[in-house]
Each structure stands twice: as structure tokens, then as C-alpha cells.
């Protein structure tokens, strides 16, 4: 894989961080409003689900199609027609009355997603040397997170006071920032990877030319290690992600919260996101291999399941903040862990794919959730329906402990086998072709998944 040669664009991931996190605000005021209008108008889990599944589908189905464009086509392009389209559709949003507009526009709001969402994954990578990445992970992260963080706060808070208009008018402005750093970044990829490569002319073609090639053999069915951390994943949020549709029926109804602490128990997960981004970002740093983050990753996992567990618990909603701190704690440093891992082991030309493909995943997985979610509830009270999804989680998670174990060891072994007593042998991921990177040991990527068992 190639990162940036030179020093590090540090103006192009402040542009680029900062219009994730606003956008990611955008996005989460516009979701957490539709989800608070339906059920103060009376509406089931199943309408709840079938909001979710809209705002999801169209990031399961396209993404063949829009990581081979993040691949493909210049990231200004993409950014700047991606931030226009999803701005205007949220505009237009405000406005719908009619439940399957609704439905239509937020789906069509999740195909502008769908686009810009691996450009930005993929270009984070791009703009530092690896020993950076930790730092820019931490800033990307961080970005999304205080944007998840705002986003259902303010909701709570405009939706109580304005009705549904006013927090969507705001939510489409949120997606400008993306125009702006479309325009502004220098880095670019796509098809301008060759002239967006600092340095030496001649160098920054050869380096994209042999990252085409390793691109051309790269697929992620043929790594061993990454399938088994996206099964891991996927599985995990299959299992959990019911909560999704659940927790506001719980908040709202089970513990008789109003709208405006609804908001302040959903931004607590994203806070606990945030503080575990940069705690684990520094331990990423450390760890030397990627089987030891991919097997970390299944402690975070636990200890997000664990939370979703012991939150049937509490007798009040604002005793559910704690809870939800530490699920969110863990739920980040997992964040960091598989983003690490796939910026390792794909070459830089195919990033877009391998985000799009990982996204695609854990996409499919958490619309399963919402429909289980969506059907149990019109069966049954949410407080069983959760007790069901952290045990779930738990007993998925255990599942996948042994074969995880047995891919890290086949790993280990097969890079044993090529080092020689002259140095590391020259290898990508198992399958590909081979690719330059030496032992592993950059830092997390960018996070761009922003993957979450709960709370978005």
C-alpha cells in the first residue's frame, strides 16, 4: 500500500475532518428527527424500522458501485456532487409530507451517503505518513463523533420547541461543508492518483502504477484475517443492532423520558465513541501485528454487548449514560482496530472498495437488526427485546473466538514462513498480489465506517 511521501497534509485532514463532522451532524439530526416525528405520531417499531431500512439499503446496495467510484473518479468530483445532492434532498425532506416521499428522499439521501462516505475513508490514509495516522485517525474520528454527539442532541432539543421543519432546514446546510472540502483539499485520488502524489513526478507514477496493479488482484474474500474480522463484526451487529429500533421505545415509553433526554442518553454512546477513539488510537500504536487488533477488537465487542445488557437494569433513563459511556469506550476503540487493520492489508488504490465493502457488511448486518427489531416489537415490550440483543451479541461473539484464534496463528505462521534471516519478506494480504509494506506497523486509519452496535 502507499501512504503519503513527503510530510503529512495536515491543513487537508483539518478541511476534511471538519467536514465529516459536520456532515455526520447533518446526517444524525435529520435521522433522530424522522425517528422522534413517527413515534410521537403513534407510529410502531415497524415504521421505525422501515425508516432505518431506507436510510441503510442504498449503502448495502451500491456499495460495488460506489467504491469503484471512489476508486475511479477524482474525490473532488465526488465530494462536491455528493454534498449538493444530499443537501438538496434534505432540503426537500423538510417539506415531504407523505410517508413513502418520505421514505424515498431519505433513501435517496443515503445513496449520497453511500458515495462519500469511502472518499472519505480513503483519502484520510492518503494525506499522512503511517506514523501519523494514529493522530489523523484520532482528529477523523473525533470529527464524527462530536457530529453524532450534536446531531441527536439538538434534535431532541428543536424537535420539543420547532416541530420537525426547522432541525431538517438545518440538517441541509450540514451537508455543504463537503462541497467546501471537495474544493479546498489537495489531496485527491481517483482519476487524479497520479498528480495528487507529492514529491518526485516519476516516483509518485511508479508508486501509483504498482498500487493499480496490486489494486487489480486485490479482493477481500482472499484475506483470511479480514473476512474473519468482518464476519466477527457483522455477526456481532446482526445480533445487537434491534436496539436501534428498540432504544427509543424504551427511553420514550419503557422509562418515560421526554424528547430532550432521549437526546442526551443516545449522545452519551457517541461520547463514550469519542473518548475510546483517542485512548485506543494510542494503543493501536503499539500493537505490532494485526491479529492482536483483530483479536482486541472481539474484548471491544463484548464490552459493547455487555452494555446493551446490563442497561435493562436501570430503573430511570438517565442511569442508562453511564452504561452507554462504556459501550460507546469500547464501540470506538473497535472502530480504530478495524480501520488499522484494513488500511494495512489493502493497497492504496483499492480503498475504496475494501471501505465500501466493509461498510456494505456491516450495513447489511444492522438492517437485519432493524427488521427483527421492527417485527418483535409489535410482539412484545422493548425490556425483553434487549435482554435478547446483548445476550445474543455475547453468544455470536463466542462463536467467533475459535476461528478468529486459529486465523491469527494461520497468519503468523504463513508471515513466519516468508521472513528470512536477510529481512521481512515483501507481502500483502494473503491472495493478492505482493505489495510493499513490510512488516505492519502503521497506525489506524481513518475512520470512516463509523460503525456503531447501538445508537447509530
Not at 436510510?55 to 465530494?79: I, M, N, Q, Y
Not at 434532498?89 to 458515495?115: E, F, R
Not at 464524527?144 to 432541525?167: D, H, I, N, Y
Amino acid at each position: 500500500m502507499s501512504f503519503t511521501s513527503g510530510e503529512s497534509r495536515w491543513a487537508d485532514v483539518a478541511l476534511a475532518t471538519a467536514a465529516r463532522g459536520l456532515a455526520t451532524c447533518g446526517q444524525f439530526l435529520a435521522a433522530t428527527t424522522l425517528t422522534l416525528t413517527l413515534q410521537s405520531s403513534g407510529a410502531g417499531g415497524r415504521a421505525v424500522a422501515g425508516m432505518l431500512l431506507a436510510a441503510t439499503l442504498p449503502l448495502v446496495v451500491l456499495a460495488p458501485l460506489t467504491g469503484r467510484l471512489a476508486d475511479r473518479v477524482d474525490s473532488r468530483t465526488l465530494l462536491v456532487g455528493a454534498g449538493l445532492a444530499q443537501s438538496v434532498i434534505c432540503l426537500a425532506l423538510a417539506y415531504a409530507d407523505h410517508p413513502l416521499l418520505v421514505v424515498g428522499l431519505v433513501a435517496l439521501l443515503a445513496s449520497g451517503l453511500a458515495v462519500a462516505q469511502p472518499v472519505l475513508a480513503a483519502l484520510v490514509p492518503a494525506m499522512v505518513l503511517p506514523t501519523d495516522l494514529p493522530r489523523a485517525t484520532a482528529l477523523n474520528q473525533t470529527a464524527g463523533m462530536l457530529g453524532v454527539l450534536t446531531g441527536p442532541a439538538m434534535a431532541g432539543f428543536l424537535v420539543g420547541g420547532f416541530g420537525s421543519r426547522v432541525p431538517l432546514l438545518i440538517a441541509a446546510s450540514g451537508y455543504l461543508p463537503l462541497v467546501v472540502a471537495g474544493l479546498l483539499v489537495r489531496t485527491r485520488r481517483g482519476g487524479v492518483r497520479r498528480a495528487a502524489m507529492p514529491g518526485s513526478p516519476s516516483v509518485g507514477a511508479a508508486v501509483a502504477d504498482r498500487d493499480v496493479k496490486a489494486a487489480r488482484g486485490w479482493r477481500l474474500r482472499r484475506d483470511p484475517l479480514l473476512v474473519a474480522m468482518v464476519a466477527t463484526l457483522a455477526g456481532v451487529i446482526a445480533a445487537v443492532g434491534a436496539i436501534n429500533v428498540i432504544e427509543v421505545f424504551y427511553v420514550r415509553e419503557t422509562l418515560g423520558a421526554s424528547a430532550s433526554v432521549y437526546g442526551l442518553v443516545t449522545g452519551a454512546w457517541t461520547l463514550g465513541v469519542l473518548a475510546g477513539a483517542w485512548i485506543f488510537a494510542r494503543v493501536a500504536g503499539r500493537f505490532t501485528d494485526d491479529g492482536a487488533l483483530v483479536q482486541g477488537g472481539l474484548l471491544l465487542l463484548g464490552g459493547c454487548c455487555a452494555a446493551v445488557l446490563l442497561s435493562v437494569t436501570v430503573p430511570t433513563a438517565p442511569l442508562l449514560v453511564p452504561l452507554w459511556l462504556l459501550g460507546g469506550l469500547c464501540n470506538g476503540g473497535d472502530n480504530v482496530f478495524h480501520n488499522v487493520v484494513v488500511a494495512r492489508r489493502v493497497p492504496e488504490a483499492a480503498r475504496g472498495r475494501a471501505f465500501a465493502a466493509v461498510g456494505a457488511a456491516v450495513q447489511g448486518a444492522a438492517m437485519f437488526g432493524y427488521l427483527v427489531g421492527g417485527l418483535l416489537l409489535e410482539l412484545t415490550e422493548p425490556r425483553p427485546l434487549i435482554v435478547g440483543c446483548g445476550a445474543a451479541g455475547l453468544l455470536v461473539l463466542l462463536g467467533f473466538v475459535v476461528p478468529v484464534r486459529r486465523t491469527v496463528r494461520a497468519e503468523r505462521s504463513r508471515i513466519g514462513q516468508l521472513r528470512n534471516p536477510e529481512g521481512p519478506a515483501q507481502t500483502g494480504p494473503a491472495g493478492a498480489e505482493p505489495v510493499d509494506v513490510g512488516p505492519p506497523q502503521a497506525g489506524p486509519a481513518g475512520a470512516g465506517l463509523a460503525t456503531s452496535t447501538t445508537s447509530g
